[in-house]
């Protein structure tokens, strides 16, 4: 017991352990200059988040929300993925596309026809061909028109 | 000791009625006058900053500290009801604040010690202390105080919390019950194995002639 005292006492001396003076007057400026600051700083949302917080003092977000909101989203996602594009119809068209083996023989099965079909002109075909210039395009004058 | 006249003990101004109650300065906070609110900062920096200060051993992280104290008091204030006294309502954002910030900082950091006010050698604890242990004698001021805090740092946050409230600042089980939110029983109990823990650090100190 007579320990235990001692050891109060001991304690009691930290009380003596002082900032040094002019502290609390200091700290008082710096305070409100970080008011200003934070003021200048604070975007509306958070001004407006910490105003409904402030209505509702003991809210706050539950430890597992996030990973809840995680899980629902994953969920939501697979069950999007999981779901058809647009109507039966067209699913069992997609299907059947799907499930048809592409023809690659190059033979083909129906005659091409070019019947009512016209020329573009009326001359003969040529073929086209490039004229390359006497000179250099290069070699010209700027101030040639 | 009753908490009237610990209050009135603790802060001197009490005893001769504060010309503007916490109460009143509160409500104009509320109100957006925020002039009222600094006057606040200047009654409550002192003792705050001695809490927060015997709990951390750092000058520097008690400044820091302090400033978002009082920054999320001051944001918060709406929501202050009256329930418990503005006294309590500050000093448990403080404990609470310093606890998540120790929590933080883990076990490598260094200490920064305030000077010690030369008041020490007049007090009659120091002069009792010192008249009774030859070491507390032999040793010089600044590794008393050196010693006292590596103690204070060896206990877990919330033991050293509650002996900074009882043994430094001189409060009751009581307030510091309702600044914790816990029961006067889990006060006592962690004052004492906090006191058993400090004894056996403090040993070379304690041992009488």
Known sequence: ?145 | MILGEWLIEQHPSLSEEPEIPDAELVARTQAGEAEAFDELVIRYSSRLYGLVYHMTSNHEDTNDLLQDVFAKAYRSIRSFRGNSSFYTWMHSIAVNMTINFLKKRGRRFTMSLDDVDSGIQNDPDFLAATSTSDPLREANLSELQKKLNEAMQKLSNEHRAVVTMFDIQGMPHAEIAKILKTSEGTVRSRLFYAHRQLQNYLQEFITNK
């Open chain 1, 1 to 145: 017991m007579e320990n235990q005292e001692i050891t109060s006492k001991l304690l009691r001396l930290k009380r003596y352990e002082m900032p040094p003076p002019g502290y609390h007057e200091k700290f008082l400026r710096d305070f409100q200059r970080r008011q200003r600051a934070e003021l200048i700083r604070t975007s509306p949302w958070q001004m407006l988040w910490e105003g409904v917080c402030s209505l509702w003092p003991n809210f706050q977000v539950p430890r597992m929300a996030y990973a809840t909101c995680a899980a629902v989203a994953l969920a939501a996602g697979a069950w999007m993925v999981s779901q058809p594009a647009g109507s039966d119809l067209s699913q069992q068209t997609t299907l059947a596309n799907l499930n048809r083996v592409p023809d690659f023989s190059l033979e083909p099965k129906t005659p091409v026809t070019i019947s009512n079909t016209l020329p573009v002109s009326g001359g003969s075909p040529r073929s086209s061909h490039y004229v390359l210039q006497p000179r250099p395009a290069s070699s010209d004058s700027p101030l040639s028109f």
